[in-house]
């Protein structure tokens, strides 16, 4: 589903993100990213590619001096110019974010009971409802009485039981965006296919968009609708989760399904061949020239830019060859 008929949530647009430290090329370059209502948007690159900047900008979070140019729309407001108030505002009400590591993200000292009610109880509502949807909450997330387990602290949790104690947590406020950056990466293979399952079961239900960033190419056409790809700061190919496993366009993509093992194989995964670009360089043409198999001479010299090619965004001069990885 391409969502156009379907109330926007998030909307990226030209956003380019320059670090404090004076890095040869921004590590966000004119990114532009949907997330429609009720819809499950894949955000896929290797590390270093810019995900988690890009997915912290929803919330007006950006790296320590950075600059940021281009707009980052939530509900129609720009989270790059509004009001700290409102910041504060859209952040207990509107977007939550799941991180990687449950314990890095939760606080050790806290009772779960704290955790879950707390964004309630900033907007207000008492404490006995905040309690109870608390429990109700825990209990979607298939954690067994939740009333003895708001009680508890985290150290009394598994890692995949406290990941659904924080999906319980940021879906307490009524999200219509759910930010999910490597959410089950700290975990094991079995606890990762529950969470994710609890994950996908609970957005659909509750129509809440969600951005799904990943490395993994396979979880994210598990998880999502459609698929945005990142190179170096830029978004380089984007179509449905279908599209791209059955074509791929710019051979970046092609290089991550070839690198994927397919799932229960039980290969280990490979890697695209050749080293990804560092903030140090920013080459004049498409940066992905160095490690592409279909490189010519225009692509080292001439950045690309994306364009529609049968009905998918693609940031390629030879996106209409045939890639055979
Ligand atoms: N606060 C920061 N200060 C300095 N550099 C940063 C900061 N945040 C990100 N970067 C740099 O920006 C680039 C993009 O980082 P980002 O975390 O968005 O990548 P990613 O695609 O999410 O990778 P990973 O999967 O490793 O998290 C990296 O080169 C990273 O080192």
């Known amino acids: 589903m391409t969502g156009t008929a379907r109330e926007t ?19 966000l370059d004119g990114v532009a990213l949907r997330v429609a209502r009720g819809e499950s948007v894949g955000l896929v690159g290797e590390s270093g590619s810019g995900k988690s900047v890009t997915s912290r900008a929803a919330l007006g979070l950006l790296p ?63 404490a006995r409802a905040a309690r109870a949807t608390a429990e109700e909450l825990l209990e979607a997330v298939g954690i067994t009485d ?41 975990l094991d293979v079995t606890t990762q296919a529950e969470v994710i399952a609890i994950l996908t079961r609970l957005q659909a239900e509750r129509g809440t968009g969600l951005l799904f960033v990943t490395h993994d190419l396979d979880l994210a056409a598990a998880v999502c609708d459609r698929i945005y790809v990142m190179y170096a700061g830029r978004i380089v190919e984007e179509q449905t989760a279908e599209g791209l496993f059955a074509r791929p366009r710019h051979p970046y993509t092609a290089g991550l399904l070839a690198a994927t093992p397919r799932m229960g194989s039980g290969e280990p995964p490979r890697g695209v061949p050749g080293r990804p670009v560092s903030l140090a360089e920013n080459p004049e043409g498409c940066a ?35 890639i055979h990885d």
């Open 9 to 27: 949530l998030l909307e990226i647009d030209d956003l380019t993100v320059r670090l404090a430290s004076g890095a040869a090329r921004p590590v």
């Open 288 to 322: 992905f020239a160095a490690r592409c198999r279909l490189a010519a001479p225009e692509c080292a010299a001439e950045r690309p830019a994306l364009r529609l090619v049968d009905g998918v965004s693609v940031a390629c001069h030879r996106a209409e060859e045939p």
């Open 64 to 126: 320590a001096g950075a600059t940021a140019t281009g707009t980052v729309r939530v509900a129609g407001d720009d989270v790059l110019t509004m009001s700290a108030a409102r910041l504060r505002e859209l952040r207990r009400r509107e977007v939550a974010m799941v991180f990687q590591d449950p314990r890095a993200s939760i606080n050790p000292v806290r009772r779960i009971g704290d955790f879950v009610t707390e964004g309630l109880r900033a907007g207000g509502t008492p």
């Open 146 to 186: 939740p009333r003895r387990a708001l009680r508890r602290f985290p150290h009394e949790f598994s890692g995949g039981m406290l990941q659904r104690v924080m999906i319980a947590g940021a879906l307490a406020g009524g999200p219509r965006l759910l930010l999910a950056d490597e959410p089950t990466t700290a």
